[in-house]
């Protein structure tokens, strides 16, 4: 499944890395539920969360900058951050 | 870039930076450990020796653990398979205590080949790998291997040609990695025990190869 990471750029503690921020990727595997760590972080009570892994090219991440466009970038992304594409 | 040191740090005689005696004060979160440590002591909830014994504990992992898992793989598919599809569960059956770990290991192929990286911070495998090492925290590993990842691994004496994927694992999240190396040829036919000694440390970070024990 294609999706698309949200270009938000909240305050706190975020495990969602910035380089991947408005990237489009495909879902690679769906992990489980996790409490949120924007909550787990700061001891507020937390939500389960979605945690799934998704492969992204670097041609994607890095446009002409690639080194090699098709070698990837795998990263554990949590699924309110992401979009349907 | 696995060696680098400050140029104008002064060097031992084995070429390594002495380190600095830790003469500045306490920070806030030294002094909130110390306190908090002696008043579980203090309170009898835990002893000096219990803290003193689970540091050693911490201390004794070490790659040997992960090397003896990737030797299982390398010798029994139908173990490979499992480890593949839920790590965790699969290392506990093996006997390894993994604690509150989620573990993915991570195939490497003759088209595929993995690398590990925490972005974030320094997530690792510590219950399979030990203490990470120095470099694997350093920023400049942490930015580089997601944006030049064959240029990092040359600098590790890694080369491979494009004909082979480069996939950069981030551990972004709640899941730690391990890579299970690609077998070299010598070694097929060797049993577990001296397999084990093939697997390095670096290779099941997937910035080394396995190789023959010295």
């Not at chain 1, 760590?37 to 507020?44: D, F, G, H, K, S």
């Not at chain 2, 088209?111 to 120095?134: A, E, W």
Request: glycine fraction near 6%; charge should be negative; hydrophobic fraction near 35%.
């Amino acid at each position: 499944m294609k999706v698309r990471v949200n270009s938000h750029w909240p305050p706190g503690h975020i495990r969602t890395p910035a380089y991947l921020r408005g990237k489009q990727g495909e879902i690679e595997r769906e992990i489980g539920l996790f409490n949120n760590p924007e909550q787990n972080a700061y001891r507020l009570a937390s939500e389960q969360r979605a945690l799934v892994r998704v492969r992204f090219t670097m041609a994607e991440v890095w446009g002409d900058a690639a080194e090699t466009p098709d070698d990837v970038i795998e990263a554990e992304i949590y699924t309110h951050w992401l979009e349907p594409v | 870039m696995p060696h680098d040191h400050q140029n104008d740090e002064p060097l031992s005689s084995s070429g390594h930076p002495y380190r600095a005696d830790n003469d500045t004060t306490l920070s806030y979160w030294q002094v909130m450990e110390i306190a908090v440590r002696e008043l579980l002591i203090e309170k009898g909830h835990i002893s000096a020796s219990q803290v003193h014994e689970q540091i050693n504990r911490m201390d004794a992992r070490s790659p040997a653990n992960g090397a003896s898992i990737v030797a299982r793989a390398w010798t029994d598919p139908q173990f490979k398979a499992a480890l593949l599809t839920n790590a965790s569960q699969t290392s506990q059956d093996m006997g390894f205590d993994i604690g509150p770990m989620h573990l993915i290991a991570l195939e490497n192929t003759e088209k595929v080949h993995n690398v590990i990286v925490c972005t974030l911070c320094s997530c690792y495998p510590r219950n399979l790998l030990g203490l990470p090492p120095d470099w694997y925290k350093s920023r400049a590993y942490r930015s580089r291997t997601v944006v030049e990842p064959r240029k990092v691994l040359s600098e590790f004496g890694l080369e491979f040609n494009q004909k082979i994927q480069i996939r950069v694992h981030d551990s972004t999240a709640d899941m730690r990695y391990i890579v299970i190396p690609y077998q070299p040829a010598e070694s097929e036919g060797l049993s577990e025990t001296e397999l084990a000694k093939w697997i390095t440390r670096d290779s099941m970070i997937g910035v080394g190869l396995p190789r023959a024990p010295a």
